[in-house]
């Protein structure tokens, strides 16, 4: 049986398998926020796919002159 609370956007936590909290911050880029998923039993922060090279401002940010 499924879970009804068990809703596709929360994440289990890889580390603990316990339901983390969605939260909003601000990147490095302006105007840019990503969602980071919070644990409360383990205190691990987690990323969804992609979401990481988007807060440390990746996608070539590293060139330069
Ligand atoms: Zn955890």
Do not use: Y
Not at 8 to 18: F, W
């Amino acid at each position: 049986m499924s879970d009804p609370n068990d809703l596709p956007t929360t994440m289990a936590c890889p580390q603990c398998s316990t339901k983390m909290e969605s939260f909003w911050v601000q990147s490095r880029n302006p105007g840019i926020d990503v969602e980071l998923d919070r644990c409360h039993s383990c205190g691990g922060v987690w990323f969804d796919s992609g979401e990481l090279e988007v807060a440390s401002g990746g996608a070539g940010g590293l060139e330069g002159p």
